[in-house]
């Protein structure tokens, strides 16, 4: 085992972990006024309305698939007798249809950020860090995926998801990452990347969903005094 | 109980008012003030929390009454009152792409000039001129709408005949009407009782005040979703760019609280605005916002209003923590005069169902134009009267507007104010007083005086009467509580900071809040790491110490 790689799936993690949550709460209590989606559609709607929901939706799908792939054990689903080819034939058709989606979704919402010049004029420094960033991981990971259609794929549930549910122990087992193919290191790079960019880019908006308004009553009333702090007198984040 | 009322159930109060759109003569002096305080900043260039349209119009944003486009207010399912863009699950699945959204196109694109041509362009047989630029991408631009592109009836008939109201009479009510007359429509936010900007707002950004009725944004909590402006029927909430927050008129809620009128009002040429306290019964609202003729909802919205000479509700008030001073307020209100008590003012749009909270005497004038126009004496009593009765049109337009349709309020409206006129008229001829006229109109000699009075002597302190803030009691029964209400706790705030001086007032075009409540509190304790030139230990990097300094 090298430095390099101790130091890139041992130690790597913890820092890109911890540059977003304590970016986050700094940011949360420093700039919350900079917390939001900064909404484009007042100048674009056509191409929103197909990209913008295409990639959500396709995210949240890819999301999910991560958190079957990586947090439950191959341990598990074999106890519950579900056979190797489902879980590979699933994770190829719904991950790779996601993870499609959502890349398409990018290509428009990237499409019309270039030719809108309203759009355009509206992108910020902090987007143009985070596009390639992004694009890259979602890139990757669908070369992941592509992978497993290979004739004797690499098993991402015994090395990256190993890896992956070592770093919660606070024992990560290096190891398991530096066997990976490079496609699944790029991959975890670029999104350890993406996650330290994470607190200081518009995709704060991502922490912010409003579940909650499920279950609050339409009309909200307020005390006067009880609103909060005004905003100080700060450079714009993101 | 003396007046036989019903016991009032929960007594709130809100800052109410009042247009009277007769004097109105469209000079946009009130747009121009309002958007000099609010929203002359980079990402509201297009913001107008106040706008004057003409009637018959298009409006601002152009056709944003039609709400089978733009699904704003709320609707009765099934006997429920719903969002009509839908309930919560539908909104939240809206959320990456909202399709009730009007593009800049259904406002403008706002531009300014290139004046640095004006000195810089080299030098040549034409005299330069200051080509427009777009302010939201800076090319050069064709300007081909505005805030009030269709301003007394400009733009052809075209831009009329596209006004949503209009397309709801008839297609020869809308020729004759097009002949007949025009007026201005100054609107500002309704700060509705029962809001449905608020309604939509998934993170809880928007609230009404418990203190006032005022509905304000919560600009820290504002997370760009911008479904507010869709839910909003009127359209009085706009996204603002630039800072990717929902703005929206805040009834200069400063200026309110130190018992001052709104800059519109303050500003107003015609002094056709009046400012007032309205108590009313919010367990009432839900009922009265759910009835199902839309007809009956101007009706049932002046149920819900509480009269304050009342001493059952004076107590009902003072028990549910509403200061003295805003019951004798109540009292003196204008508003309420001009609501309850001689009936000539009206919603806007009651039918959007969220109980808007300013409201307009309807036009006469234009009634007393027609008729001499035609040769006869507008202001004869005779004429008059069987005027606001032939003029069909007017009052079906008038009642599209104020009534949902139903013109008997606003003829009986109209009339009262023709029964003043011509009251009045006698007074000035020294002819004999004719309490006819008034009992006609349902009002005695005197409450017509008294109407003249307010209508059109009354002095700055009688247009506006607005008691100084308070804060409810926490624990009375208005207060329904605020999860962040916590000393110390997320959004609590410094409660001295509010008598501190306040901070220096934000350079255009920076990122700060203009909408949340005021208050010049420091930064207790935190610290801008961005601005920290690394040298030195800065205040306010570690906690201070405990104990006798
Ligand atoms: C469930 C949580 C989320 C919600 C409700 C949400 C909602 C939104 C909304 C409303 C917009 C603004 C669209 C517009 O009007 O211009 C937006 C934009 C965006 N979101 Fe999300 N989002 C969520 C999660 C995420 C996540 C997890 C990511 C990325 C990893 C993401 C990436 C983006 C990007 C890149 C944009 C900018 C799109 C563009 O205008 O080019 N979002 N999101
Ligand atoms: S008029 Fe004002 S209070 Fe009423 S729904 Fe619109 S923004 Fe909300
Ligand atoms: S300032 Fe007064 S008179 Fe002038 S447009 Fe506004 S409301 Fe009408």
């Given at each position: 085992?090298?430095?390099?790689?101790?130091?890139?799936?041992?130690?790597?993690?913890?820092?890109?972990?911890?540059?977003?949550?304590?970016?986050?709460?700094?940011?949360?209590?420093?700039?919350?006024?900079?917390?939001?989606?900064?909404?484009?559609?007042?100048?674009?709607?056509?191409?929103?309305?197909?990209?913008?929901?295409?990639?959500?939706?396709?995210?949240?799908?890819?999301?999910?698939?991560?958190?079957?792939?990586?947090?439950?054990?191959?341990?598990?689903?074999?106890?519950?007798?579900?056979?190797?080819?489902?879980?590979?034939?699933?994770?190829?058709?719904?991950?790779?249809?996601?993870?499609?989606?959502?890349?398409?979704?990018?290509?428009?919402?990237?499409?019309?950020?270039?030719?809108?010049?309203?759009?355009?004029?509206a992108t910020s420094r902090s987007d143009l860090a985070v596009y390639p960033v992004l694009a890259a991981v979602l890139v990757c990971g669908l070369a992941a995926t592509a992978t497993t259609l290979e004739a004797h794929p690499y098993d991402y549930r015994e090395g990256v998801a190993v890896w992956f549910r070592s770093l919660f122990t606070l024992d990560p087992d290096v190891a398991a990452m530096a066997h990976a193919p490079f496609v699944y290191q790029l991959h975890a790079l670029l999104a350890m990347a993406l996650f330290t960019l994470w607190p200081f880019s518009r995709l704060v908006h991502a922490f912010t969903a409003?579940?909650?308004?499920?279950?609050?009553?339409?009309?909200?009333?307020?005390?006067?005094?009880?609103?909060?702090?005004?905003?100080?007198?700060?450079?714009?984040?993101g | 109980?003396?007046?036989?009322?019903?016991?009032?159930?929960?007594?709130?109060?809100?800052?109410?008012?009042?247009?009277?759109?007769?004097?109105?003569?469209?000079?946009?002096?009130?747009?121009?003030?309002?958007?000099?305080?609010?929203?002359?900043?980079?990402?509201?260039?297009?913001?107008?929390?106040?706008?004057?349209e003409t009637?018959?119009?298009?409006?601002?944003?152009?056709?944003?009454?039609?709400?089978?486009?733009?699904?704003?207010?709320?609707?009765?399912?099934?006997g429920r009152l719903v969002p009509r863009s839908g309930g919560r699950a539908r909104r939240l699945a809206r959320l990456f792409a909202n399709p009730e959204l009007p593009t800049l196109d259904d406002y403008y694109e706002p531009w300014t000039y290139d004046y640095a041509n004006l000195t810089q362009a080299p030098l040549g047989d034409d005299l330069p001129t200051a080509p427009p630029r777009s302010q939201i991408d800076g090319r050069a631009m064709a300007i081909s709408a505005g805030p009030n592109w269709d301003d007394d009836l400009g733009g052809g008939p075209g831009h009329t005949a596209a006004d949503p109201v209009l397309e709801k009479?008839?297609?020869?009510?809308?020729?004759?009407?097009?002949?007949?007359?025009?007026?201005?429509?100054?609107?500002?936010?309704?700060?509705?009782?029962?809001?449905?900007?608020?309604?939509?707002?998934?993170?809880?950004?928007?609230?009404?005040?418990?203190?006032?009725?005022?509905?304000?944004?919560?600009?820290?909590?504002?997370?760009?979703?911008?479904?507010?402006?869709?839910?909003?029927?009127?359209?009085?909430?706009?996204?603002?760019?630039?800072?990717?927050?929902?703005e929206k008129c805040t009834l200069c809620y400063p200026r309110i609280e130190a018992g001052e009128p709104t800059v519109c009002s303050e500003t107003c040429v015609g002094r056709l605005r009046y400012l007032g306290v309205i108590l009313y019964d919010a367990d009432r609202v839900g009922e009265a916002a759910s009835v199902e003729d839309e007809q009956g909802l101007y009706e049932a919205q002046l149920g819900c209003f509480l009269d304050p000479a009342d001493p059952g509700v004076a107590r009902a008030a003072e028990e549910a923590g509403i200061p003295h001073d805003w019951v004798t307020a109540a009292r003196e209100s204008p508003v309420h005069a001009l609501i309850s008590r001689y009936r000539v003012a009206l919603p806007?749009?009651?039918?959007?169902?969220?109980?808007?909270?300013?409201?307009?005497?309807?036009?006469?004038?234009?009634?007393?134009?027609?008729?001499?126009?035609?040769?006869?004496?507008?202001?004869?009593?005779?004429?008059?009267?069987?005027?606001?009765?032939?003029?069909?049109?007017?009052?079906?337009?008038?009642?599209?507007?104020?009534?949902?349709?139903?013109?008997?309020?606003?003829?009986?409206?109209?009339?009262?104010?023709?029964?003043?006129?011509?009251?009045?008229?006698?007074?000035?001829?020294?002819?004999?007083?004719?309490?006819?006229?008034?009992?006609?109109?349902?009002?005695?000699?005197?409450?017509?005086?008294?109407?003249?009075?307010?209508?059109?002597?009354?002095?700055?302190?009688?247009?506006y009467v607005i008691p100084t803030s308070y804060t409810a009691e926490h624990g009375s029964p208005v207060d329904t509580g605020c999860s962040l209400e916590e000393a110390g706790g997320p959004g609590m705030y410094d409660p001295d900071g509010f008598h501190t001086a306040p901070a220096a007032p934000p350079a255009p075009g920076t990122a700060t809040a203009p909408a949340t409540d005021p208050s010049g509190a420091s930064l207790a304790g935190r610290l801008n790491l961005l601005n920290w030139d690394g040298r030195g230990r800065p205040d306010g990097l570690f906690p201070r110490q405990e104990g006798p300094a």
């Open positions: 085992m090298n430095h390099l790689h101790t130091a890139l799936w041992g130690v790597l993690p913890y820092l890109a972990f911890t540059l977003l949550v304590a970016g986050t709460a700094w940011r949360y209590r420093y700039d919350r006024f900079g917390f939001t989606t900064r909404s484009s559609q007042l100048h674009e709607h056509r191409l929103l309305s197909i990209g913008g929901p295409l990639f959500h939706a396709g995210l949240l799908f890819v999301l999910a698939g991560h958190v079957v792939g990586l947090v439950v054990p191959k341990s598990l689903t074999e106890r519950m007798h579900v056979p190797e080819w489902l879980y590979h034939l699933n994770a190829l058709a719904v991950g790779g249809t996601a993870g499609l989606a959502t890349v398409a979704g990018l290509a428009i919402l990237v499409h019309r950020r270039l030719r809108s010049p309203a759009v355009r004029a409003p579940v909650a308004y499920l279950a609050r009553p339409y009309i909200v009333y307020r005390h006067r005094g009880s609103g909060t702090r005004p905003a100080p007198q700060h450079r714009r984040i | 109980m003396p007046r036989g009322e019903a016991t009032p159930g929960r007594v709130m109060a809100q800052v109410a008012m009042v247009m009277n759109l007769d004097k109105c003569i469209g000079c946009h002096t009130c747009s121009v003030t309002c958007k000099q305080t609010w929203t002359n900043r980079t990402g509201t260039e297009y913001a107008w929390f106040n706008n004057v009637r018959p119009g298009q409006g601002y944003p152009r056709r944003y009454e039609d709400q089978d486009r733009w699904r704003g207010g709320w609707e009765l399912k099934r009479i008839s297609d020869q009510v809308r020729l004759e009407y097009e002949q007949a007359f025009m007026f201005y429509l100054p609107r500002i936010c309704e700060h509705c009782l029962n809001p449905s900007c608020v309604a939509v707002c998934p993170s809880g950004a928007m609230y009404k005040r418990i203190e006032d009725g005022i509905v304000l944004v919560d600009q820290d909590r504002c997370r760009g979703w911008r479904m507010c402006v869709s839910g909003c029927p009127y359209k009085k909430v706009y996204f603002n760019h630039a800072t990717g927050k929902a806007l749009h009651p039918e959007y169902r969220t109980m808007p909270m300013v409201w307009y005497v309807p036009p006469l004038s234009p009634v007393v134009d027609a008729l001499t126009r035609t040769g006869h004496d507008g202001e004869a009593p005779e004429s008059l009267f069987g005027a606001i009765d032939t003029l069909r049109i007017p009052l079906a337009y008038l009642a599209e507007l104020f009534t949902a349709g139903d013109t008997e309020p606003v003829e009986a409206a109209l009339c009262r104010l023709a029964a003043m006129r011509t009251t009045m008229r006698r007074v000035n001829l020294g002819q004999e007083p004719d309490p006819d006229i008034a009992r006609s109109v349902g009002m005695t000699e005197e409450e017509i005086h008294a109407m003249y009075r307010l209508l059109a002597l009354a002095k700055y302190e009688e247009r």
